[in-house]
């Protein structure tokens, strides 16, 4: 790719050790990189290195004259054809939800232009604390990439999620933000959450999908350019930028978005929940507990419901089509069963008995089965970092069949 203006910005955080690395893969690739250093980095990473590394001047204060004579903050801002926080601490973090420019580094973030990615980089806890949790969502939902942070062992001697993505991975995110949109041209179709079964007027079937991994599929689509179509089961999450929700509720609703969409679709990803069963009839009328003396059986009948991936995977056509497998044991095993009975291109399979992944958690360990037979287990990773890696691999896939 063309050689970009690239701002990278370090913050306080134990990780800012790693960036000089991260520099010089940029520097690599053919970029040009300023860095700009809070404060607190400085305890962390020598701006002397920074400067060496980069082969430009670091900038440290918003009012040093000498600095500010050289490129003012606002040229900074504007030089940048995309800025990198990295790390980025859970401080930082928060000014920039909130829109703080209080130093140099939070006062170039408000004022350029430029697209930005943040690799968080903290305590397991401080990443879980919901003032972070409600900082990234706002950073997120304004289409700042958030890159990381990946689990593991920390410097804090904790263990968990806040480890700083490699600089590896900031730099193949970078590469993917500012290069040709991989995705560019192809309609991606994704279902995620569980379906509702309603029971009578005012009951229903469900089950534990939150929504997050279809979500976070639908994220990652549309951020690579694809025309991105997300049929949702009932969710609070916020539609991700650049997706068009369809809402649905029931695994007959869902059944007719996903056919309609996936009609023109190149890739069908169907991460939902579809209940399997719903009840025969539904009542139109809450059933009343004292139609029934007390201790005295009630009945539902249940009737079993379409299954959609195998009548996407009759259809003839070039499309992938990507199935989810949600097993609580044997899971390798019954995916590859699955795989076979249904005849998809792909097999997502998750254990939901791990408590630290699958439902409603914001990880997942996922296995990936192909038709072969062969299974790419991946470690426990965020929901966002799985869409990725599964994006990936429907990138090949696509590839191999146009
Ligand atoms: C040894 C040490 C390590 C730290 N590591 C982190 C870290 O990894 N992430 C983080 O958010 N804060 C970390 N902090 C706290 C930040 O340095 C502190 O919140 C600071 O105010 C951040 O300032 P800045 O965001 O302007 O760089 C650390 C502090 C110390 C003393």
């Known amino acids: ?57 670091v900038r440290e204060s918003l009012f040093d004259r000498a600095e500010e004579g050289q490129i003012d903050h606002i040229a900074l801002a504007d030089w940048a054809e995309a800025v990198v926080v990295a790390p980025a601490t859970a401080n930082l973090l928060a000014k920039l939800a909130a829109g703080i420019a209080d130093d140099l580094a939070t006062t170039v973030l408000l004022a350029t232009r430029a697209p930005l990615l943040v690799a968080p980089a903290m305590n397991v806890n401080m990443w879980s604390h919901p003032a972070t949790r409600a900082n990234v969502a706002t950073l997120h939902e304004r289409g700042v990439e958030i890159v990381g942070p990946e689990a593991g062992e920390l410097a804090c001697g904790w263990e968990g999620e806040g480890r700083m993505a490699e600089p590896e991975a900031i730099a193949g995110a ?8 991989s995705l560019a ?27 997050k991994m279809g979500f976070a599929i639908a994220a990652e689509a549309a ?20 997706v068009r929700r369809i809402d649905i509720e029931t695994a007959l609703e869902m059944r007719d978005a996903v056919h309609a969409e996936a009609r023109s679709a190149g890739v069908v990803v169907m991460a939902a929940a579809v209940a399997d069963f719903r009840p025969a009839s539904a009542h139109a009328r809450k059933l009343k507990k004292e139609d029934l003396p007390e201790g005295e059986g009630l009945t539902l009948e249940l009737v079993r419901n379409p299954d959609i991936l195998a009548e996407l995977c009759r259809e003839p056509g070039e499309r992938v089509v990507v199935g989810f497998a949600a097993e609580s044991h044997d899971v390798v095993e019954a995916a590859r069963r699955k795989l076979a009975r249904k005849g998809c291109d792909l097999i997502v399979a998750n254990d939901v008995s791990r408590e630290d ?6 990880a997942n360990a996922v296995v990936l089965v192909s038709p072969g037979g062969e299974a790419e287990a ?25």
């Open 1 to 57: 790719m063309e050689p970009r203006r690239v701002l990278l910005v370090v913050s306080g955080g134990i990780a800012a050790y790693k960036i000089p690395e991260l520099v010089r893969r940029l520097k690599r690739t053919g970029h040009a990189v300023r860095c700009v250093v809070t404060a607190s980095a400085r305890e962390f990473v020598s701006p002397l290195t920074l400067q060496t590394v980069s082969a430009e001047p």
């Open 174 to 181: 970078l590469e993917l933000r500012l290069g040709r949109p």
């Open 185 to 211: 041209g192809e309609r991606v179709v994704v279902s995620a959450g569980g379906t509702r079964e309603p029971v009578d007027a005012v009951r229903v079937l469900a089950n534990r999908s939150s929504g």
């Open 223 to 242: 951020r690579r350019g694809a025309e991105t179509i997300l049929v949702a089961a009932p969710s609070a999450l916020p539609t991700p930028p650049g």
């Open 357 to 362: 992944a699958g439902f409603e958690s914001d």
């Open 378 to 402: 991946l470690p426990l990773l965020p929901k966002s970092e799985v869409a990725r890696r599964l994006l990936d691999r429907i990138e090949k896939l696509r590839g191999a069949r146009s």
